[in-house]
């Protein structure tokens, strides 16, 4: 029960060695029972055979229908000395112990949880081979013993597969735990806390101090007032962007967030949380507003180009009859567009043949007046 989990296998191949040599067998072996699958598998046999390679690594449910209700469902051990001992439902077991050369048998259900888990068997090629009542008792006590280790260890393994993918998940979100006893003053990260602030575990302080001193300086008051707010009420969390400077003065955005737990007489006792890298959503957000500024810029532009052009084209349209690009032209014809709306006289002067007839014809035509007659 006690040793590790790497040494689990190599001490229950030794127990079952050890085992098969007190009762005299030819094979003793632990299995596993799926009872989702309704399947049957060997986890540890002291010896197998390579004719019977095959047998023992596949599923021995469907070989061993009877065995399995009785043992598994009700939970029922098997002992038998003979096949012939066998009942006549168990037809299809008798033909598959048959066929590996079992000629006598001891099976016992293992419960873990309060329900079978395992078995924990052993089997002779000869018939007639007795299996000592007394040490049935102590045999099933050592199976329940393996079965918890085997369950340890699964839940071990599991542990440290959830704790790397935990790790991992961190590490692809950028998102790092921390905590902070406030008992002892004591700080904790983990591996991507580090990494965010760029600092390895030895080289931090492990303290709030620490932390607020790899703030950035104009970040740093912000940041403690934030803490101290979420130290006092308890309603209140800890949530705030800033900053942070690395020991080689590379700067790096966070969004923090934490809870605070409280002791009986509202004391503050730890505060949690956790700390997000932002730094490149950041970037890619002003980014974003750098793009956008400039499309504006560029779409009032073209709105103002669209404007000029637009007057421009009824500029040019509403005085078809006038022939002109030059500046004094287009002067002449502005002047004749702010005039032409008003009620006010209007002289035109000029030497004879330089168009005053022709102007005088537009700002009639540009005025209200244009559907009476020209005079």
Known sequence: ???????????????????????????????????????????????????????????????????YRRLVEEEEAIIFSSLAELPPEAGADRAAWEKVGVQALLLLPLKVGGQVANLIGLSSRNTGHKWPPAYIRRLRLLGEMFAKALMNRTVHEDMLRNGRALL??????HL???????????????DEVYRIFGVLPGEFGATYEAFLASVHPDDRAAVDQAVKEALADAKKGYDIEHRVISPDGAQRVV????????????????????????????????????????????????EAEIVYLREEIQFEERFEGIVGVSDPIKNVMRRIQQVADTATTVLLTGETGTGKGVFARALHEASRRRDKRFV
């Not at 790497?6 to 098969?20: K, V």
């Not at 598998?41 to 009877?66: G, K, T």
Request: one cysteine or more; aromatic letters at 10%; a negative charge.
């Open 168 to 173: 991992e998940a961190q590490r692809i979100a």
């Open 1 to 67: 029960m006690n040793v590790s989990p790497e040494r689990l296998d190599d001490e229950l191949a030794r127990a079952l060695d050890q085992i098969c040599q007190l009762f005299g067998a030819d094979q003793c072996g632990l299995l596993r029972v799926l009872r989702d699958r309704r399947q049957l598998y060997f986890e540890h046999i002291n010896h197998v055979e390579e004719s019977q390679r095959e047998f023992f690594n596949s599923d021995l449910a469907p070989f061993h229908p009877w065995a």
């Open 255 to 302: 969004h923090a967030r934490g809870e605070v737990t409280f002791d009986p007489d509202r004391k503050p006792v730890r505060m949690f949380g956790t700390v997000h890298d932002i730094t490149e959503r950041k970037h890619t957000e002003r980014s974003l507003e750098w793009a956008f500024e400039e499309i504006k810029s560029l779409r009032e532009k073209l």
């Open 176 to 190: 790092g735990i921390w905590e902070w006893d406030l008992g002892t003053g004591g700080l904790k990260w983990s």
